[in-house]
């Protein structure tokens, strides 16, 4: 079975809800909230890294993907851009030194 978009939105629900990312950015100051969302991608997969369930999740979502990209690029990215989406920002530029191992690079962002 092909895992589609809306999984990946489903599961980066899930870890959002799980991290309390919404409520965490309610309760910073501007200046914590620029410094987190910069990399609330690396910050993410770190998480997904040391969650077991979510590393479980992740694992399935890669593993089932079926299109004609390379399923790791195609579900990080897709992953990046659910993260995007739900917290309405907009792309600062690129960091090619994650913490995280699951990602070679990763999409910086910023409020809109």
Known sequence: ????KMDIKRFVADIMERMQIKNKLR?????????YLISIV???????E???????NYLNLVYNYKGNNTNIRYINGNI???IKDA?????????RNPESIIIQTYTRFAEK
């Open 1 to 4: 079975m092909a895992v589609k």
């Open 27 to 35: 309760n910073f100051s501007a200046k914590e909230k620029e410094a």
């Open 42 to 48: 690396d910050t993410i997969f770190l998480f997904i």
């Open 50 to 56: 040391t969650d077991r369930k979510s590393m479980q």
């Open 80 to 82: 990046a851009m659910k």
């Open 87 to 95: 917290l309405n920002l907009k792309e600062r530029g690129t960091c």
